[in-house]
């Protein structure tokens, strides 16, 4: 597999996922968890690189 570029997400075969369809999907899931907060898939990526390290702190 070759180096992805910036915003390029993989997905089933040769095919990309479109950034649109990952804000969508990160706009479905807040609505129906009914949280107050604004999330968007910027605050994913750092809630996931927060846990991440902690997660590899503990090993």
């Not at 990160?26 to 898939?41: D, F, P």
Request: aromatic residues 8%; glycine residues 4%.
């Amino acid at each position: 597999m070759e180096r992805l570029k910036d915003w390029q997400v993989p997905g089933r075969g040769d095919k990309l996922i479109d950034v649109q369809i990952i804000h969508a999907a990160c706009r479905s899931a807040t609505e129906a968890t009914a949280l107050t907060k604004r999330i968007s898939v910027h605050t994913l990526r750092h809630l996931l690189a927060r846990w991440w390290s902690y997660d590899f702190l503990r090993m």
